[in-house]
């Protein structure tokens, strides 16, 4: 009889390590809570326009690719990637702007505007980056660290490339100007982590984006995974949605069964989550359950996420797919983002503007955005969102018609906002995080959510809050981890 197992989730993630579950020949059911597959990377449409809610930024297509290779299939058949130029455009409130692309000639033209001698310091960090990425992505990104020997055995590359100093500490190492430090080091916030204290392995960001690109998934990220969805339920997997998982029964010391909201139950010999960790935890009929959920809520979260989404009469030809526009700070608005109690009123924002290289997102003669703005989760600043969200809201709005949209909020058609509340509620994450555990050094690797858990051994993690972390690439790799301890336990 062919193994089955469970997927408790369907965020990317969760659907990789389904898709590859299923190609290894071992019957995968994915149970979902909401309504549509795709987790963080859920949608909404409005009127023909289409409103991604989760990551927008698309990066090493390969680790997606190899999905459909599995089973001698092509991503082309389900998903159509369009590349983004220029990556991002960074802009600050003195009116400096600068075009992150992948053309050398056209970036040190603009970093040497900045400075000229940092265009040598430039050339320096991309060849620190590009050793980062052997050994922090090709080499470990998908290597399950289950015990504290992995640990050991990565230890002396990582110390090599001084993994316990911050990407923003490393940067400064290699160049002097101020804004072109802001401009190598944001990266982080993208997956969680602050600059300031985020492990430098990080910088393999840089790396990854220069040599594989930038891509946008044509009919939104949305469509990413209606891709992956097809392409699972092809091999034959089973989709569950709307039906949320209560608990995780176990039996001789084993997750042995699955209970929905509905009364469903279903027994598989292994289960997977890529659901939020501590509550998975807290679903675990067991006293590891209780332990291991008590334990982690005591670590460090990364913070959430005030997400604006909006729509326009007319359209935006100068405005690109992605913008970064910086605050007047940065040092000191990320220790109010990640250590204090309050509402940044000078947010830093990241603009998507999907219509910039899909004009479909939206009906003909208008456009598709969303904004947000990194905001302290809920255990740091407990504030009444339904309160607070339509002021902060208006200020986010406010910031984008003066420094990049002029006669933006008399234009504007559909505005909707996504709340630190609404994490915690839509999403069941803990504390209303975005991206599950801080990525400092001592919640990395051997020192995050173990790929397979070390009591309940057929009970496997899978996303943002186990090994490597967040990011599309982020959790594909913790996918492959996954997925290969489990096909050897499951299968042999």
Sequence with gaps: MNAC????????????????????????????ARDKPGGRAYYWEKDGHVFDAGPTVITDPNCLKELWELSGADMTQDV?????????????????TFDYLDDDRQLHDQIAALDPADVAGYRRFLEYSAGVYVEGYEKLGAVPFLDFKSMLRAAPQLARYQAWRSVYSIVSGFVRNEKLRQAL???????????MTTSSIYALIHKLERDGGVWFARGGTNALVKGMAR????????????????????????????????????????????AD?????????????????????????????????????????????????????????????????GLP?????????????????????????????????????????????????????????????PGLRERIDHVFEYSPGD???????????????????????????????????????????????AGIPGVVGSAKATAGVMIEDLVG
């Design 277 to 341: 960790v501590v509550r998975t935890y807290d679903m675990l009929a067991h006293a590891r359950g209780r332990r291991a959920a008590a334990k982690l809520r005591r670590k460090r979260f990364s913070p959430s996420l005030f997400v604006v989404h909006f729509s326009t009469q007319g359209e935006w030809p100068d405005v690109p797919h992605h913008s970064i526009l910086f605050g007047p700070r940065y040092q000191e608005l990320l220790q109010e983002i990640y250590r204090g109690s």
């Design 345 to 405: 009123d000078d947010p830093s924002l990241y603009l998507h503007h999907p219509t910039a290289t899909d004009p479909g997102m939206a009906p003909p003669g208008k456009a598709t955005f969303y904004v947000l703005a990194p905001v302290p989760h809920l255990g740091r600043a407990p504030i009444d969102w339904k309160a607070k969200g339509p002021a902060y809201r208006d200020g986010i709005l406010r910031i984008l018609e003066e420094r990049m949209m």
């Design 185 to 195: 080091s944001f990266h982080t916030l993208l997956v969680g982590g602050n600059p």
């Design 231 to 274: 392409h699972f339920e092809r091999l034959g997997g089973a989709i569950r949605l709307g039906d949320p998982v209560e608990a995780i029964e176990t039996e001789g010391g084993r997750a042995s069964e699955i209970r929905t909201r509905s009364g469903w139950r279903g027994k598989f010999d292994g289960v997977a989550s890529n």
């Design 80 to 96: 159509t990637l369009v590349p983004v130029s220029p990556f991002y455009r960074l802009s600050w409130p003195d009116g400096t």
């Design 423 to 469: 994490f915690e509620t839509d999403l069941n994450s803990h504390l209303g995080s975005a991206f599950s555990l801080e990525p400092i050094l001592t919640q990395s690797a051997w020192f995050r959510v173990h790929n397979r858990d070390q009591v309940i051994p057929n009970l496997y993690f899978v996303g943002a809050g186990t090994h490597p972390g």
């Design 5 to 32: 197992a469970a997927v408790i989730g369907s965020g990317f993630g969760g659907l990789a390590l389904a898709i590859r579950l299923q190609s290894a020949g071992i019957a995968t059911t994915v149970l979902e």
